[in-house]
């Protein structure tokens, strides 16, 4: 099983949480993170008041997964999701979506502690490595 890491997932391995540390040496070799968490963990470690171990935390943190880019493919997998959500009246944010719409093009369970954020979501395989 192969898993996608979402931005608190990541965030809480980096801060050291037990229970997340743990899973991501159970499952060394099949972790992966899209390129919009990246983005997200990257504005987390170069904001102004933040330490600078931050930064050097996560470059070795990426030693530890594999980045995954939004193709064609996340493209249109997030438009038909947000199209199907929005004539719901289930608005979701988009940066998750687009974290959403990789997991369900690559087949990877996605691995996050907002589950709320993905709750609307069809299809989408998720679990909490915080509880």
């Not at 743990?22 to 983005?39: A, E, I, K, P």
Request: glycine share 8%; aromatic share 8%.
């Amino acid at each position: 099983m192969s898993f996608l890491v979402d931005t608190d997932i990541c965030s809480a391995h980096l801060k050291g949480h037990p229970r997340v540390t743990g899973r991501f040496l159970q499952y060394t070799g099949n972790l992966h993170m899209s390129v919009v968490t990246l983005g997200e963990l990257f504005t987390w470690a170069l904001r102004a008041q933040a330490s600078p171990k931050r930064v050097q935390g996560l470059q070795g943190f990426l030693n530890d997964v594999t980045i995954v880019d939004v193709t064609p493919d996340v493209a249109r997998v997030f438009g038909e999701v947000r199209a199907g959500l929005l004539d719901k009246g289930l608005p979701t944010p988009d940066m998750d979506l687009l974290i959403a719409a990789t997991a369900l093009v690559q087949g990877f369970t996605l691995v996050t502690h907002n589950l709320a954020d993905f709750a609307n979501v069809p299809k989408l395989n998720i679990v909490d490595w915080t509880v």
